[in-house]
Nanobody, 115 residues
Framework: QVQLVESGGGLVRPGGSLRLSCAASGSNFDRYTMAWYRQAPENQRELVAVSFAGGSTDYADSVKGRFAISRDNAKNTVYLQMNSLKPEDTTVYYC?????????WGQGTQVTVSS
């Protein structure tokens, strides 16, 4: 069973930056897919960034060039560096880990971009 603890959300002005962290329990995280999602309309979650076990990454078009996902396997932690934040980035962000046994979600952390 994997438990995820998120942190780093908060209030930031447009153009500012935040760094989200998600610490996971367990082992063998170097073999897991890690990702960040965010709350979208109609109670859906959209994929923002994904980090595959092999080292490749991918991003939603809306955040390319502004956000960067990274992982520290020794700390069982995945990060989302968010730069050049816009008001439309305001929502709840969730980390996600996938392994052989299932998909696991963090509790969510609020990001608010406002002047």
């Amino acid at each position: 069973q994997v438990q995820l603890v998120e942190s780093g959300g908060g209030l930031v002005r447009p153009g500012g930056s935040l760094r989200l962290s998600c610490a996971a329990s367990g082992s063998n995280f170097d073999r897991y897919t890690m990702a960040w999602y965010r709350q979208a309309p109609e109670n859906q979650r959209e994929l923002v960034a994904v980090s595959f076990a092999g080292g490749s990454t991918d991003y939603a078009d809306s955040v390319k060039g502004r956000f960067a996902i990274s992982r520290d396997n020794a700390k069982n932690t995945v990060y989302l560096q968010m730069n050049s934040l816009k008001p439309e980035d305001t929502t709840v962000y969730y980390c996600n880990v996938r392994n052989r046994d299932g998909s696991y979600w963090g509790q969510g952390t609020q990001v608010t971009v406002s002047s």
